[in-house]
């Protein structure tokens, strides 16, 4: 399997992390116009993180640079799911819609620590 991965977009965290950049945006469409600048904002931003920092840390030869670069994507999760939990303490998001974007960055959460793992396990 390993052996098929070229280039970060044949990463499944990377493609799990596409998917939640995704729904965060169309999801905070509908946020209303006051928040674009705030909660809006925040949240596209440590959405779109994610994905860049599993891209950039891909296409680093050592160890400790993909580490630190798979590591900031998984505090950039923590910042979105912050955020998730301000918008529904707002009243931005429904409790079935916090339900399933929520489970999503838990996804992509858990491939990034694999990714970690795996890192690990190659030195």
Do not use: C
Request: glycine share 4%.
């Amino acid at each position: 399997m390993a052996e098929n991965i070229k280039n970060f977009y044949d990463l499944n965290a990377w493609k799990k992390a596409r998917e939640f950049v995704l729904e965060t945006y169309k999801t905070t469409r509908k946020f209303p116009k006051e928040e674009l600048y705030g909660i809006t904002s925040q949240l596209r931003r440590a959405a779109s993180s994610i994905a860049a920092n599993i891209a950039e840390g891909f296409s680093r030869y050592h160890y400790n640079d993909k580490t630190r670069f798979y590591h900031n994507a998984r505090g950039s999760v923590s910042e979105a799911q912050n955020f998730l939990f301000l918008a529904k303490d707002l009243s931005l998001l429904r409790e079935d819609e916090f339900k399933d974007i929520f489970g999503l960055s838990e996804e992509v959460n858990k491939l990034i620590n694999g990714l970690v793992r795996s890192i690990g396990n190659q030195k």
